[in-house]
């Protein structure tokens, strides 16, 4: 027998059993649409990390202050305040590849205009903010050096501030004046919507000038973060370097003495972040994996009761002179057909519950060509490794037993 009449009575016998031959292909549809869409989330989830860590910046570092350290028990970053506006100087006037300096100090408030009432997060800072993080205004204008310098009561609001106060993040506020924790500042600005960088929403956000927010809401000169943004993504490290010298020297850390402050690249933070959602990808992948070799096992037992139901068959077929090679043949492509058929069926499943998971999550997700390929390939291997055995056993049937057979 040939190796294309092998194909034909392979899938005459899958189409007299087709309730039979669904359930076989059941496990293989499951387990290859869950590997599909676990990765198609995982990637759309890295690359939706990696947007926003990029949209906090760019070419961004972070310097927080140091921790403290009570009762032998330390405190997490930032416990400890130990940067001040004078750091600020020390690293615009140290840096040789340093673009912009941005100090950063921030609590919580209650701000009321009206009748509207809402409480949100003022961040105190400077103009050179707007440029680090890339702050785009929809009307008005941001702060200038003049604001900082003259402590101006101006604030710059994010647009679900101005939604909460009036019920329209549209709604016209500028030059109006508003009360925050009972200090009046007079709005110059809104920002467009960015939705959430990081832990916080620079949408629900009141900017301030860092001196008006320092002695009016907080009441001390200490600040609570620095931004530097580097003036080109090659020279990160140098800033880095440069920032931590200007530091060590202000603060008259002798050698030998940790750090009080921390510096955090923005590009190691993107390439922690990307390993630790591969990480996840990966192990979500291999999960979902899990369930084919179920499915294989489902095809094993089935070829298996299946060589049982046709002994007779395969002894007809040996007696009229079918080699062991081509029932061998013959089961192997039953096995190889459902579960190449079934994987096929998984792949356009993943690729809708994938999409569905993305609107669910309000994510894009990302499906590349490798994992389908991967995806399709394995669940044809699992017919040929799977349906191996089954295959042997009807082969090495004896004809004479084989006809006996009730």
């Given amino acids: 027998m040939n190796f294309l009449e092998s194909i034909r009575v392979s899938l005459r016998a899958l189409r007299a059993n087709k309730l039979r031959s669904a359930l076989t292909m059941l496990g293989i549809i499951i387990g290859v649409a869950a590997v599909i869409a676990m990765i198609g989330i995982g990637n759309g989830a890295t690359a939706s990390i990696t947007s926003q860590i990029q949209g906090m ?18 405190g997490g970053v930032g416990s400890s305040n130990t940067l001040t506006l004078a750091d600020v100087d020390k690293i615009e006037a140290s840096g040789t590849v340093i673009k912009a300096v941005a100090p950063v100090t921030s609590t919580n408030a209650q701000v009321v205009f009206g009748s509207g009432n809402t409480a949100t997060s ?71 919507v960015t939705g959430s960088t990081g832990m916080q929403s620079s949408d629900d956000l009141i900017t301030a000038p860092i001196s008006t927010v320092q002695s009016r809401l907080i009441g001390e000169k200490t600040v609570r973060n620095i931004l530097v943004s580097a003036s080109s993504e090659e020279f990160m490290q140098t800033a880095q370097d440069q920032v931590t010298t200007a530091l060590r020297k202000s603060h008259k850390l002798q050698a030998g003495q940790e750090d ?19 990480t996840l990808t990966m192990l979500l992948g291999g999960i979902a994996g899990i369930s084919l070799l179920v499915g294989g096992i489902g095809i094993m037992n089935i070829m298996l009761v299946s060589v049982t139901e046709r002994t007779r068959e395969i002894g007809i077929r040996k007696a009229i ?23 096929g069926i998984g792949i356009a499943l993943g690729y809708g519950g994938s999409n569905l998971a993305g609107k669910a999550l309000t994510m894009d997700t990302s499906i590349n060509m490798a994992s389908v390929f991967m995806a399709f390939g394995f669940s044809a291997a699992i017919g040929i490794i799977f349906g191996v055995f089954p295959a042997r056993k009807a082969a090495a049937m004896d004809p004479i037993d084989a006809l006996r057979a009730e």
Avoid: H
């Avoid at 785009?136 to 200038?144: D, F, H, V």
């Avoid at 009080?260 to 591969?278: C, K």
């Fill in 122 to 192: 003022i961040n105190g800072t400077t103009e050179s903010y707007a440029e680090i993080r890339n702050v785009a205004l929809a009307s008005g204008r941001y702060l200038t050096k003049e604001d900082v310098n003259s402590n101006a009561r101006v604030a710059v609001l994010g647009p679900t501030v101005v939604e909460n106060l009036l019920g329209d993040a549209n709604a016209a506020i500028i030059g109006k004046v508003i009360k925050v924790n009972n200090v009046p500042f007079q709005v110059i600005g809104v920002t467009t």
């Fill in 321 to 343: 002179g079918a080699k062991g090679k081509d029932i061998l043949l013959q089961f192997l492509i039953e096995a190889v057909v459902l579960s190449a058929l079934g994987g």
């Fill in 260 to 278: 009080d402050f921390s510096v955090q690249n923005q590009a190691d933070m993107l390439e922690t972040m990307s390993s630790v959602t591969q």
């Fill in 57 to 74: 910046g760019s070419n961004l570092l972070t310097i927080s202050s140091g921790q403290s350290s009570s009762g032998g028990v330390r």
